[in-house]
């Protein structure tokens, strides 16, 4: 049995007037009221004991407390909501049915479950959604924004929700079907709900002030558009599924951590307009290509890269890779670089101009190829690790450093260069010419331990110079 109360054209609760269900309650145990036009609350909405829902047609202005148990917007034409003095709607359910609601000022909900069915919330120019408290949640709305904010608090989650033109402050968790259908700007936090894997979908771009973190399970995003990073990234997977060019940049500041990122576009290529900083992340390209902003950095602590073509966008310009914590590099090929820290290989090409400033390895689970498809400036060290380097290189060859890994193929089309500067030597386990030009010495040669094998091509030494041979 229900009790009914109907009201035409408005109903004010003025201040100081607390409107509370408390006897009447026992006919039925479940109040409905009926308001066929706005509402606007100066004092005291709530329930007592028992379940009050309150059923509005028209808008709602708010100034007081406001948290009976449901609140069902309905009717078909354009809902209109008002908050004023630091008021919060606190009532624990909120019904949408007409098909738009509009935030006409900054709204806050605490503690309530918000179910739009599939209707619209817009966010007018400027302001914001607020909604906390560990029971609440946000179902269902296609949520337009215009430089507007949804700020969540702690244990909130959203569902099944598209999103328009709105940043995100506070802690923002997701549940499923969740999508960023233009821009999304972090300034807060954005994770996953614990209770599961879920996967975000960013139709946009993204740019990142705050943090992006899987929360206990996995986060996964989806990004179509541009990635900017000025702040915390830590999730399990980072798809970059655009059809069109995709913008990378990166805070020197900031990094991308223990991610896996990979690369399944279907158009276009990765602009990195900055330095890349990777954290122990692993980078699938799969043979796409990155192109870097010439005299910038891809910076890579642990992790790996795979089939990758990764190129400056000035031809001859260099870009630096610094490598470490084991990170490695494989099945890529990457143009005019210079190598720093340590560049643990799998079989990978380097095309250009070439200057290895830092240790280059072959990953040590097996023996492994490195191409050098053009010149090689050695100043650090090239050496084995536990298994065996190969270089094959077909073009001009200086080692200004320590050179000692197990064989050297020089395999050119025509005429290569070679020198040894400042007292280096060649000390590796074979060197074989095998290309079919003569090999042009710029200065002296020294090897060591050395096993050369010209193949009947000739080499060409300058005058007054030394070929040292020993070992």
């Avoid at 179910?115 to 400027?126: H, P, V, W």
């Avoid at 699938?284 to 950095?297: C, L």
């Avoid at 290895?356 to 072959?362: A, D, Q, S, V």
């Amino acid at each position: 049995m229900f009790a009914n109360i109907n009201l035409t054209l408005k109903f004010n609760i003025m201040k100081k007037t607390k409107f509370t269900i408390v006897l009447v309650l026992l006919l039925s145990g479940l109040i409905n009221f009926l308001i066929l036009g706005q509402i606007e609350n100066h004092g005291i909405i709530s329930s007592s004991n028992y379940n009050f829902t309150i059923e509005v047609h028209g808008d709602i202005y708010n100034w007081g407390t406001f948290s009976n148990f449901k609140t069902i917007l309905c009717g078909s034409f354009n809902k209109y909501l008002y908050q004023y003095n630091s008021s919060v709607f606190e009532f624990q359910q909120c019904v949408v049915e007409p098909d738009s609601v509009f935030a006409k000022t900054n709204l806050r909900f605490n503690n309530t479950q918000l179910d739009f069915n599939n209707k619209n919330l817009t966010i007018c120019e400027g302001k914001s959604v607020t909604i906390t408290g560990s029971s609440s949640y946000l179902s269902g709305a296609n949520i337009w924004g215009n430089n507007s904010v949804l700020d969540m608090g702690a244990g909130t989650y959203i569902t099944n929700c598209n999103i328009d033109d709105v940043a995100i402050n506070g802690l923002v968790s997701v549940k499923s079907n969740v999508v960023f259908t233009t821009s999304l700007v972090v300034y807060g936090a954005l994770y996953n709900f614990p209770d599961n894997h879920y996967t975000c979908s960013v139709l946009g771009d993204i740019y990142n002030y705050g943090t992006i973190s899987s929360n206990n399970t996995n986060l996964i995003l989806d990004v179509e558009g541009n990635i900017g990073n000025s702040g915390t990234w830590s999730i399990n997977s980072l798809n970059l599924t655009g059809n069109e060019v995709q913008q990378l940049s990166c805070d020197p500041a900031s990094s991308f951590d223990n991610t896996v990122i990979n690369v399944n576009k279907t158009g276009g290529y990765i602009d990195a307009l900055t330095g890349l900083n990777f954290d122990h992340c692993n980078i699938n390209v799969n043979n796409d290509t990155i192109f870097i902003a010439s005299g910038e950095e891809i910076n890579m602590q642990g992790g790996y890269i795979t089939e990758a073509v990764i190129i400056p966008h000035t031809a001859k310009a260099a870009f630096e890779m610094d490598m470490s914590s084991g990170a490695v590099i494989s099945a890529s090929d990457v143009h005019n670089v210079t190598l720093q820290g340590t560049t643990v290989c799998g079989n990978t090409t380097f095309t250009g101009d070439i200057y290895n400033n830092g240790t280059l390895l072959n990953y040590s689970t097996n023996h492994y190829t490195v191409y050098i498809a053009g010149n090689l400036h050695n100043t650090g060290n090239i050496s084995n690790n536990n298994t065996n380097l190969v270089m094959n290189i077909s073009g001009n060859v200086v080692n200004d450093g320590t050179w000692t890994n197990n064989s050297v193929y020089l395999n050119g089309g025509t005429s290569q260069e070679i020198s040894c500067l400042n007292g280096h030597v060649f000390e590796c386990g074979l060197i074989c010419v095998s290309g079919t030009g003569p090999v042009i010495a710029l200065t002296g040669l020294s090897f060591s331990n050395c096993n050369i094998d010209f193949q009947n091509n000739e080499l060409q030494m300058p005058a007054g110079s030394i070929f040292s041979l020993s070992g």
